[in-house]
């Protein structure tokens, strides 16, 4: 019966030059000496399942000899299999045992798996992992080396560029985790990097090279990463590895297997392959004729030996010809618009803003210390005597200290203050931009650059793996899906951009042939036919460039490129971080500088009150709605204090700091302006009020920094409101302390990374039925403010003249609340201006709070009820007594049972003193009986 694998080889046999290399799968490796002869295969689509079957029955089961490979799969493909790995440790031929262990294998996977975390956004997932070993180190002793070799397979599907960047991370890791391994190679040739990059075949499980031991599959093991705690756990050791030398489980550790897990990959990582992998035309920006210096030359510069104006401008062109990419001619525009700065950022009076424009280049870089000398001396007060006390000015900027001044800062001074300038350097750059792309005949990268250039203060690209971006329009960033808009543009405005260098370049021509035709001087006509041939040349290119822009291709390779171009990686983390800013539709209050001005791209908002702002004195009617509104906040709060109390909580909300670190509970029996109040400031706050599930404060502290869509949205809101919490619902205070606190929140929209953030809101409970606390600590009752809403509105029927906390019911009062907004929002920024957002307590207040920490607060209830101070040293209580009359109480208040005594004690021991052996003096138990006299400790 003829052999079904050797035919099937045989039938799947490719001849030299007759298939292409791509389409190649398999290769047999040749040994003319053992006897072995190589070939080289292509089994296409379903036959390769047929293939592993009949490769198992003949390996495992007949237990033959193969020497089969596995050609990887191309990226160009557009699928990937798995992230293999090919460790090749060599040693002197004085080592014949094996030098790892199962804890090194350990060691290099979690290695392997740490970083890969920094490439990929792992979800809740379980994968595996594939370990091989050959049962013997291989001694060479003509070769003078001894070897030894793991091969892994992580479960995971990741292209070859994604691996490549893999193993340069664990690269910079793995010499320490296995310093006491004894290797003769170095470790970059341990991790080969054919198998990385997908150069080499793959082994097969199961074959070998000739005369030599196969691989043996020593470990699978199943990995879970949980997305709640950031971490892959313990591995599960699994008992199937004979599974795997048969069908379907043997398909599954090919390294041409497409069905492994797939996850999205980091921007991070995207923007970083890009730069380490991905090559771009070289670009020369600046027409500085002097040999380029590295970064590192520039740190290494003598900057004492800077004593005049021309030794700096010497230092600067050496540091503008070592400019080669993107990256550096934004350093080199940024400083240009430094330059056209006024005086009044460098001149006499001008610290602050100079001081400024210091952060905002530290916030770009190192690079940019040569910069900031050479604008700091067009000070008529500078001094090059005290160029080192300011580079000790620059060393000691900390840019966290000036809230969110960055190079977008330095392009809206330089907009404002120089318009007619700043628009010359953007056209010098756009230009040179332009002229690059004539030059490389319109390559996807460098219309890119043309676009970022011409767009780069108007729009960011947040994700590129996800296409995520933000537009800044009116007066705010906003979420612009796929930057459709961006990409509009590109065969409008930028083929115009073409269209316009077209009819310049015509000009050129017919000037030139012009001339031609009226020169008698042969050298000047040979001189103008190569004029003429560049032109045209050049017109051919800018015809090629306005097709591609007009062309759904060419356009998908442009934004392609665009996304890295426009990529800021802390954009997001930068949203709606200052404090002191609010947006409005018409601009953005800054409460820093105390007034309204026109939103910038620096301020970094997508958030708005979805209202204009109008000073009062602009308003029609001001006084009248400013009476209305007094009368509203009256009617709501009859008392003055408690009154002046809730104005001064409102105004606090506009600035994103918990200055008091309450949260305030609206309560209150039912029509009693509670859902009113709450719906005026909703309307005040627009995107500003955020909704608060009851699950924030209720939840285990554990999970608060658990990725959700309900914490992401609460990032930048000012107002968050938690609607009627269910009966019975209880307060974690962990969780309470940590939001009212300002400590770090983590939220994570749907499908997006995660972010940590600071909450900037005033947390407010809406409730007629408070929530349970069990602690009893001050550090969780300081923080507590109830605001009891005594007034009712009633219908006519049930109204009460003689009940000072009754009043008539408006129904339409919704109605007029829009036209409040303007009035309202201006009496609340008064107040912040005049109280710094702090509220001072009121009594009325503090007593609802402490009557609420008595009802929740056993212990202090108890100890107000029961204990009484007194001068008679024969007055005291010993514990037994105590926790019995204590259990007595707490039964006939509750009806249950307390579950512990401790949390008594070590209350009395703060309020009364360390225990002694005789009890507590100067105190007794209220009311109680002989009998407990004679109850002693045991």
């Avoid at 664990?170 to 290797?183: A, R, S, T, Y």
């Avoid at 709501?636 to 305030?664: K, R």
């Avoid at 407010?764 to 600590?777: A, F, G, P, Q, R």
Wanted: a negative charge; aromatic letters at 10%.
């Amino acid at each position: 019966m003829p052999n079904g694998y050797k035919k099937f080889l045989k039938e799947h046999k490719s001849s030299k030059g007759q298939t292409p290399s791509s389409e190649i799968t398999n290769t047999i490796i040749g040994n003319e000496e053992a006897g072995v002869y190589g070939a080289s295969l292509h089994i296409g689509g379903e036959e390769y399942t047929t293939f592993c079957e009949l490769y198992c029955t003949e390996i495992f089961q007949k237990r033959q000899k193969e020497h089969m490979t596995e050609r990887q799969l191309s990226d160009a493909a557009g699928d990937y299999g798995p992230i293999l790995i090919d460790l090749d440790f060599r040693y002197s031929t004085d080592i014949t045992t094996r030098q790892h262990t199962n804890d090194d294998i350990e060691n290099i996977i979690y290695c392997y798996l740490e970083s890969l975390n920094d490439i990929i956004n792992f979800t809740d997932s379980v994968f595996s992992v594939y370990v091989f070993e050959k049962q013997n180190v291989n001694v060479i002793p003509d070769k003078a080396i001894t070897k030894d070799g793991i091969h892994i397979i992580i479960g995971i599907k990741m292209s070859h560029e994604y691996q490549r960047l893999l193993r340069l991370k664990v690269l910079e890791k793995l010499p320490d985790i296995l310093d006491d391994i004894p290797i003769t190679n170095t470790w970059s040739d341990v991790i080969d990097e054919g198998i990385t990059q997908g150069s080499v075949a793959w082994q097969m499980y199961g074959s070998r090279k000739p005369s030599h031991q196969a691989y043996e599959m020593t470990q699978h093991r199943q990995h879970t990463y949980s997305e709640e705690t950031s971490d892959f756990g313990e591995a599960i050791q699994m008992d199937d590895r004979d599974d795997y030398k048969s069908m379907p489980h043997f398909i599954k550790i090919s390294a041409r297997f497409t069905g492994h897990p797939d996850f999205a990959i980091k921007d991070s990582a995207v923007v970083e392959v890009a730069n380490k992998f991905k090559k771009r035309a070289p670009r020369n920006l600046l027409a500085v004729q002097q040999a380029p210096v590295t970064s590192q030359q520039l740190v290494q510069i003598d900057y004492s030996h800077i004593d005049s104006m021309q030794k700096l401008e010497d230092q600067m062109s050496l540091w503008a010809s070592s400019l080669n990419s993107n990256n550096d001619y934004k350093n080199k525009e940024l400083f240009d618009l430094i330059m056209i700065l006024p005086e009044e950022y460098y001149g006499p009076g001008s610290y602050n803003k100079w001081l400024k424009v210091g952060f905002a280049l530290k916030s770009v870089g190192e690079q940019m210390l040569l910069p900031w000398l050479r604008f700091c001396a067009q000070s008529s007060s500078f001094d090059f005597c005290d160029i080192c006390t300011r580079i000790a000015d620059w060393d000691g900027y900390n840019t966290g200290d000036c809230n969110q001044i960055t190079e977008l800062s330095i392009i809206y001074w330089a907009r404002t203050s120089n318009k007619e300038q700043f628009d010359t350097v953007c056209d010098d750059t756009l230009s040179r931009f332009i002229d690059d792309s004539i030059s490389e005949n319109g390559s996807d990268y460098s219309i890119a650059l043309v676009l970022y250039c011409k767009y780069k203060f108007d729009y960011v690209c947040v994700s590129p793996s996800k296409n995520k971006w933000y537009e800044f329009v009116d007066n705010r960033w906003k979420f612009n899906e796929e930057a459709v808009d961006l990409q509009l543009k590109l065969p409008t405005h930028i083929f115009k951009l073409y269209l316009q260098r077209s009819q310049e370049t015509l000009k050129l021509i017919g000037g030139a042939n012009d001339v031609k035709r009226h020169c008698n001087d042969p050298v000047e006509a040979a001189r103008l036919d190569n004029a003429i041939i560049d032109f045209n040349s050049k017109q051919k290119a800018i015809l090629n460039i306005m097709k591609i822009l007009r062309s759904n291709t060419g356009q998908r390779g442009i934004m392609a490129q665009a996304k890295l171009e426009f990529y800021d990686q802390r954009f997001l983390e930068e949203l709606n971080k200052n404090v002191y800013l609010m947006g409005f539709k018409n601009g953005v209050y800054d409460f820093a500088a105390n007034q309204f001005r026109e939103g910038r791209p620096d301020d970094y908002i997508t958030l708005s009150t979805n209202n204009a702002y109008y000073p009062d004195n602009t308003i029609k009617n001001s006084a009248l709605i400013r009476s209305e509104i007094i009368d509203f906040m009256k009617q709501l709060f009859p008392d003055h204090a408690l009154c002046e109390y809730m104005w001064e909580h409102m105004s606090s909300v506009l600035i994103g700091i918990n200055h008091n670190q309450t949260f305030n509970i609206y309560t209150g029996g039912g029509s009693n302006g509670k859902s009113k109040l709450v719906d005026l400031m909703s309307l005040l706050l627009g995107d500003y009020k955020g909704v608060v599930p009851a699950s924030l404060l209720t939840q285990k502290r554990m999970d608060i920094g658990k990725a959700s869509p309900e914490i992401f949205q609460l990032i930048g809101r000012r107002y968050a409101v938690i609607q009627e919490p269910s009966k019975g619902d209880t307060i974690n205070e962990g969780t309470m302390k940590e939001i009212t606190g300002g400590d770090a929140l983590q939220g994570r929209a749907l499908y997006g990374d995660t972010v940590t953030f600071t909450p900037q809101f005033k947390l407010v409970v809406c409730t007629n039925n408070l929530m349970e606390i069990k602690s009893n600590d001050d550090g969780t009752w300081r923080r507590i403010r109830v605001c009891p809403f005594k007034s009712k509105f009633v219908c006519d029927a049930d109204y009460d003249s003689s009940n000072r906390l009754h009043f008539k019911i408006n129904m339409k009062i919704n109605d007029r609340f829009k036209e409040w907004l303007p009035v309202l929002m201006n009496m609340l920024i008064e107040r912040v201006h005049k109280n710094k957002s702090i509220v001072q307590d009121c009594s009325e207040v503090l007593d609802a709070s402490n009557r609420y920490r008595n009802e929740q607060d056993y212990i202090s209830r108890f100890i107000t009820e029961k204990i009484r101070s007194t001068d008679n040293e024969k007055d005291c209580i010993k514990k037994r007594a105590l926790g019995m009359v204590f259990k007595s109480w707490y039964t006939l208040q509750t009806g249950k049972q307390p579950s512990k005594l401790d949390e008594l004690y070590a209350t009395f021991e703060r309020k009364y003193g360390t225990y002694p052996k005789k009890g507590w003096h100067h105190i007794k138990i209220e009311d109680e009986d002989d009998d407990d006299e004679d109850i002693v400790d045991p």
